[in-house]
């Protein structure tokens, strides 16, 4: 089926509905596109200056220049769903592309991941955010008023994310992380109640960070990885998948992920290898 060119208004046309649940196989048939050609307007692939809302899929590849771009923006005050529908990546990517965790090797100012780091959710604030969603309200706007990452608020759509009680005294987060970890819930899934990553907690409930806090410490230990685990892990990266949703699956941390699918661990066991300059 040949493209048909599409106007400014019928790309923000386009992005509207599909913001609003449309199916980009539907598009496709209505404005006479290819299905493909829908994917790259609603994540910002192309036409980013037409408007309309752009929602998170595959980052697009970034320059160095629009990374500088990002991180004076940021480092200005510039909400960061405004910077992410802008350059058509997602809230994440802008945070890690802020905080240094990705382009490490590029200029610009970089803003403290400590300072960024998302408060844990209350349980009133994630019933707050319930509300402002079935109201309509975009995602990217909502995890802007909260502070949190977009995958935060998905993980509040999915029910993964339930909220923490607030507390006072001893009983701070990290108690609290320690206490979850104790009782049998997954670093995952305790990453997730707090807005915090992985790594961070596998740190706390280890005491290598927070040391001087109350909690149960974990015995150190590190789970291993099957050659059909290693393979399932490399071969999905290598299709796409992005780090944090097979750490989340396989409940392992992100950082160990990288080293298995670039090779630098379980170098011997099966599946392809990713080059290490691959940027998530």
Known sequence: MASVPLSDAQVRELREKYAAGA?????????????NTVSSLVTGRSRLE???????GKSRK???????AIREAVAAGTPRADISARYGISHQMVSNIASGRAFADVGGPLTSAAVTRARPLTVEQVERIRERLAAGEDRAAVAEAFGVSHWTIASVVRGATTG??????????????????????????????FGTSQQRVSLIVRGSSHAAHGGPIAEPHRRR????????????????????ELAEQHDVAAALLRLVVTGRTYADRPGPIAPADRHD
């Open 164 to 193: 923490v009680v607030e507390t006072s005294g001893e009983d701070d987060d990290v108690v609290q992380m320690r206490r979850l970890h104790s009782e049998g819930v997954s670093q995952t899934e305790i990453a997730r109640r």
């Open 62 to 68: 970034v320059t160095s220049e629009e990374v500088v």
């Open 225 to 244: 990885l099957g050659d059909d685990e290693v393979r399932g892990i490399r071969e999905a990266y290598a299709a796409g998948a992005p780090l944090a």
């Open 23 to 35: 199916r980009q196989v539907q598009l496709a048939d209505e404005y006479g596109v290819r299905q």
């Open 50 to 56: 037409a408007g309309g809302p752009i929602l998170p």
